[in-house]
Every structure is written in C-alpha cells, then in structure tokens.
DNA sequence: GTCTATAGATAGATAGAC
DNA sequence: GTCTATCTATCTATAGAC
C-alpha cells in the first residue's frame, strides 16, 4: 500500500480528469492509458473491467466533491456573497459533469444508488450550514429544498452555459433566501450599503 | 410528404422510445434500425449521420414532452392532488431521460442550447399556471424557481429511485408551496378534512 | 508490474445492386 | 426507397513475453 508508485492513484486522476471535462461517455480505457501514460492492458491490470474504473472512478469522484465543498464557499461575508458563491459553485460544469454521471450511473444500476446518496448526504450538510450561517434555523424540509434546489440549477447551468445559469441560479436562490427569511420571520435587509 | 409511409416516424419513434427507456448512450443506428425493422443503411439514407439522428430525435421529444405536459396534471383538483400528479410526474425516470439527454447534448454542443430553452419555456408556463391554479399570483422569479427545484427533483428522482424520488419530491413541493403561500399573505388550510 | 500484440465485438458510414 | 455487403474506426478484454 505504501512503496507502489501509485500508478492507481495517477490512473484515477487521468480518469476523472476526462470525466469532468467530457462526462461519462467519453471514459473509456484507451483515452485514459493515454492520458495517464499506461498501456491499455496495465490499465486492466489494475481495473480488470470498465465497469471497475468506472466505478472507482465515481468513487473518487464523490470523495473528492464532498472534500473541496468546504472551500468552494467559506462561510463568513455577507449573505449576498454567500450566495454569489453558491451560484458559481453551482455554475462550475465540471461539478455538475461529475454528478450528473453519478446519476446516469444509478439510474442504470440501483447499486450506484447507495453512492449518490452519499453525495446527497454530504451536500446537504453543507446546504444546512449554510442556511444556519444566514441567521436561519432551517428544518430538515428547507434543507432538502435547498438541496434540490441546487441539484435542479447546476443542471440547468450546464445545459444553458456558464454565463445564464449563474444569472439563473442568482435570481432563483435570492428568491428562495427571501422567502426563507420572511417565513422566519426575521426580515432580510435589502442590502443597500452601496 | 404525404404518400410515403412515413418510415422516417417509425424510425424516430423507435429511437425515441430507445433514449426514453435507455438513455442517449443506448441511441446507435444499430440498435434503431433493428427497433424499427428496417436496415441500418436505410436507417442512413434518412438520417445520413448518427448527429442527424440524435437531432431529430430530440427535437421529437422535446416536442413530445411539450404536448404531454397539459395531459400530466389537469387543473382542478385539490392543491394537494396537483402537488402529488406534480410528483408523480417528476419521478417518471423516461421523461427525465429525455431531459438529461438533451442536457448531455447541449453541454458537449452548444447548439443543442436552443433546444434545452424551448423546453424550458414551456415548462415554466406550465409552471406558472399551476401556481396561479393553486391561487397564487407567481412573480418571474418564483415561477423560475418552481422551475428549478422540478428539474432538480426530477433528475434526484432518477438517481433514488421511484419510490424514494417521489416521497422526496412530495415533501419538497409541499414546502416551497407552503413558503409561496405563506408569503403571498393566504394561509393555506392543512386540509384536515379527512 | 509492465509491456506488445491481438482477438472479438460493436459502432458509424459508404458502395453499389435492385 | 430499400436492401446486402463491406470498410474503417473504436472499444473491451485476453494472451503471453519480459
């Protein structure tokens, strides 16, 4: 586990390189021994089938989502930065590549499933936080709003281009935020300092 | 026009049913011509390229998902019937086949962006009127929203399941309409007249 | 562990007869 | 319009040498 080079490891990098620049479809091992610098066969020495890259692929995949959410919006700054975040998070098509292959994967095979839930357990922690970060005491219902809010925007986002799905997502999540704060009761200034 | 036997409609409704049941990947000429039981080169002589094909075959469900979507969720009802045929829609893993595929299509081609906005409009005013049916005078952005939080669940629901999709969207919708009402200042009674 | 070579399957597309 | 046949490209997987 530890003397190898890790020629695993720099396969499964190459690999989900192409994934997220080019989605699932364009996984296939000759891309990903060239891309990586291993011969076909070596590839299958270490995945014996596609169905094993591609599943230690999405593996990584989810592992390495859940990992850089953290950084992708730190919490403290305004909420109108918050959500500017959110926006572009949600607008990276790279991102949204990989869940969507995630979903085409469990929608094809359920025991994909166990592993997009993973995935949606962790986003919506994060959703939860920062709804909490903006004053708000969401219940379990608004976070998974939030959440599927989320998941509907980047979609959209990679369909429309990086451009209208981050004004989309901005419209649409300040909305949501509005809406939210005014059931609490607790009034979001508008946000006029400028 | 006319006095052909339209083989180029069985073919596109072969295909059609192919993506609905399988997804894009699935959509070969092979595969088609054998669905619609003519040969793969006359499948060629209407459809010169697979792009061909993929095309017509979206611009078709687009349209179709378009026509269906009045039938789905006839008005009247109570508000929590709608919101259910609303959920029961969003879990329908074909129609929201066809959505990721023309997602897929217009992410790796920007051309196909076109398409993805024709289908966005109509669902949006289909939005639109199920929000003023249920007595709410929607803005842009609500109706934009509604918009959104379908298509997340929509795509959720391929990945979970149907089960697990539709107890999701329920709970979902249930909320953002509870916030849409609340908001437009007219409680919504619980409906505890069972 | 790492490679070359290749088998076997399937896909996209074209040629050409009828 | 419709077919058979085929070419070429690409992919998955395996065999076997080093």
């Given amino acids: 586990m530890t003397g190898t080079t890790d020629i695993?490891?720099?396969?499964?990098?190459?690999?989900?390189?192409?994934?997220?620049?080019?989605?699932?479809?364009?996984?296939?091992?000759?891309?990903?021994?060239?891309?990586?610098?291993?011969?076909?066969?070596?590839l299958t020495y270490y995945f014996p089938t596609r169905a094993d890259l591609v599943r230690a692929v999405l593996e990584a995949a989810v592992a390495g989502q859940i990992a850089n959410l953290g950084s992708a919006m730190a919490s403290r700054d305004s909420q109108e930065a918050r959500?500017?975040?959110?926006?572009?998070a949600l607008s990276n098509a790279e991102n949204t590549r990989i869940l969507v292959s995630i979903v085409l994967a469990a929608d094809a095979d359920p025991a994909y499933r166990e592993l997009y839930n993973r995935l949606v357990t962790a986003m919506r922690q994060r959703a939860e936080l920062m709804l909490r970060t903006g004053g708000l005491e969401p219940t379990a219902e608004q976070v998974m709003l939030l959440h599927a809010l989320g998941t509907g925007l980047a979609v959209m986002g990679a369909a429309l281009g990086p451009q209208t799905g981050r004004a989309v997502s901005t419209t649409v999540l300040r909305e949501l935020f509005r809406l939210l704060a005014r059931d609490a009761g607790q009034r979001t200034p508008p946000d006029e300092t400028t």
Same sequence: chains 1, 2.
């Fill in 8 to 42: 695993r490891a720099t396969i499964l990098a190459a690999a989900l390189a192409i994934v997220r620049k080019q989605g699932l479809g364009a996984l296939t091992q000759p891309r990903v021994a060239k891309a990586s610098g291993v011969s076909q066969s070596h």
């Fill in 83 to 88: 959500l500017a975040g959110l926006a572009a």
